[in-house]
């Protein structure tokens, strides 16, 4: 229903309608929260984004992919710097080229998802990921995330990048958390954050 409607759109429409679609995903990968994606079913071009925007994607066996747009005359271009990111430049261009349907495993050879599990057990999986996040310390999660995207984007080998690393190590340490941290591992308990 939604492509019927988008078909008769005029450019004005189709901007703020994409615009909201990229929103969407930048959200997601910017969420300072682990984002977690469980795929069960068919993510076929926006799905295809929302799966590579998430910090942890895991597949049920039987899950099925593509960026079918060219199919349909256009081209994955608000998804394109998830999905590259995720799947690296060269399988991009072929599953762009393609889009041909690909299965779970090889989803996860490419990158765009880390685990593959039984249909059956994904939820359980799921639950068990979300169990293994609310271990760590919330601001330094998203600190963590902040951190890959600066790895990222600084050039590589050059002391602005050492800095900003240094720094933000040094950061963490002196925060209340990294100091709860440290000193909940050195005393052998949990940290104040770790309900139970």
């Given at each position: 229903n939604w492509m019927q409607r988008a078909a008769s759109y005029d450019e004005e429409r189709n901007r703020a309608d994409a615009r909201a679609l990229e929103l969407m995903l930048r959200t997601l990968d910017e969420c300072p929260k682990p984002v977690v994606a469980l795929v069960n079913g068919a993510a076929i071009g926006?799905?295809?984004?929302?799966?590579?925007?998430?910090?942890?994607?895991?597949?049920?066996?039987?899950a099925?992919?593509?960026?079918?747009?060219?199919?349909?005359?256009?081209?994955?271009?608000?998804?394109?710097?998830?999905?590259?990111?995720?799947?690296?430049?060269?399988?991009?261009?072929?599953?762009?080229?393609?889009?041909?349907?690909?299965?779970?495993?090889?989803?996860?050879?490419?990158?765009?998802?880390?685990?593959?599990?039984?249909a059956d057990r994904l939820a359980e999986r799921g639950a068990a990921m979300t169990a293994e996040l609310l271990k760590g310390g919330p601001a330094a999660q998203a600190e963590a995330k902040r951190l890959v995207q600066l790895v990222r984007t600084m050039p590589q080998g050059g002391s602005i990048l050492a800095e900003a690393t240094v720094a933000m190590i040094a950061d963490r340490r002196a925060?209340?958390?990294?100091?709860?941290?440290?000193?909940a591992f050195l005393e052998k308990r949990r940290p104040g954050w770790v309900e139970g």
């Open positions: 926006g799905g295809v984004g929302l799966v590579a925007a998430c910090d942890i994607a895991i597949a049920a066996e039987g099925q992919f593509a960026t079918s747009e060219v199919r349909l005359g256009i081209v994955p271009a608000v998804i394109a710097p998830f999905v590259v990111r995720a799947i690296g430049p060269r399988e991009a261009r072929r599953w762009f080229l393609t889009a041909e349907r690909f299965g779970a495993e090889e989803a996860r050879r490419i990158g765009l998802v880390h685990e593959v599990v039984p925060s209340d958390e990294g100091k709860e941290g440290i000193g």
